[in-house]
């Protein structure tokens, strides 16, 4: 994005979407190399799962504390501290995966360490998205703030692509499956100096404020929400989970969210699992279905809904009915262009649905509550990836099918439920 006559805007933008490009791309890396690296140590699904759980749970709770803080102290400071403890997070845990793949530490205390790394990610890498809008909001007029915001936060959802895609280059002899998180921490420190010499302090007496984001995950696109909170204007205006207005947007985005972390946490074991490879040479394969997911997903966020113009309602239905095809291909597919494809799909209806879920909550409300809805949908957001991995990989080793069976029963069901109760929520 170009600022006229605005160079150091230029250069800051750039840093920040920097920032949030490696923290996303960095954290879907690891997630598509760990059911690898899982199957390597002898781990079960299951345990893997918890782990990035673990560090969602962590996110979704310090992410809004962040937010607040943010708006206290440095914007500067805080961005510096969530990409400082996003690299110290993913260089332990290169080390410690490295020294379990070797056999110097058995499989329980290797995981258990991966856990501990994660959760400095999930508490403090929380800390650098609202900075960066709270950066950017500051540097911008009323009329460019929202696009540029929007665009900050697509980098997010560039990560899903370029962390799945990238992490089999990286698969490294001596380091093998480690190799990904140690490029991406070094990512990382070099963006955290970079960022630490040119980056300038806030404006003094700069009002301007960030929100909390959604962790960054396989299939967990954001939405918007964060930019909605981030312009709006400042309100105490209180706004219930269960307000009428709202409810029936939030139960979509919270039985969607589910059936999606449960698709797309499950992906990289299936895609191992079904074309029957060793998980070292399988990484490709599995980069490749999530890539590609990733990709559908953005193209209709950034091309079809804008050229489609569709109500949310029918955002909502059409992503539903996209997500439970998808997720029924998967089930039955055998080949890596069958996963692929369906893959795609699936993510391409979810990347239909989620926009539709937070416009139409967005819609069901007066502008004095735009901040309040904004930060329900991103708890919906978080709280489905808490549980939603772990749900979707239970049910994977019960039967391998069942996770993408359950998610398009679930989607089915919640079609049914928009088209009868958000009938009449069109505006």
Partial sequence: ????????????????????????????????????????????????????????????????????????????????????????????????????????????????????????????????????????????TREERTKALTLLASAFGLGTILGPALAPFFVLPGVGLAGPAYFFATCGFVVLTTTWIMLPNDAPGSTAKGAATSYPSIGGNLTGASVTAAVSEPSNAMLKLTDSRIWPWMLVGLVMGHAQAMAGQAMGFLVLDRLAIDPVLGQQAVGVVLMTGAFAALLVQWGLIPLLDMKPRALVITGLALGAAGCLIISASTTLYGLAVAFGLTSAGFGFARPGYTAGSSLAVGPELQGAVAGRVTSVNGASFVLGPSIGIGMYEIWRPLPYLAAATMSVALMIYAILRLQRREA
């Fill in 1 to 140: 994005m170009q600022f006229p006559a605005r160079p150091k805007l230029d250069r800051d933008f750039a840093l920040l979407f920097m920032v949030m490009l490696v923290i996303g791309a960095g954290n879907t890396a690891l997630q598509s190399v760990m059911p690898a690296i899982g199957r390597s140590l002898k781990i079960p699904d299951s345990v893997i799962a918890v782990a990035f759980s673990v560090s969602a749970l962590v996110w979704v709770i310090a992410a809004p504390i962040w937010a607040r803080k943010s708006d206290q102290t440095g914007r500067r400071r805080m961005v510096l501290t969530g990409l400082a403890g996003f690299s110290v997070s993913v260089l332990l845990c290169a080390i410690s995966l490295t020294i379990g793949i070797h056999g110097l530490i058995g499989p329980i205390t290797t995981i258990a360490a991966f856990v501990g790394a994660r959760m400095i990610y999930g508490l403090f890498g929380a800390a650098a998205p609202p900075a960066a809008q709270a950066i950017l909001a500051s540097r911008t």
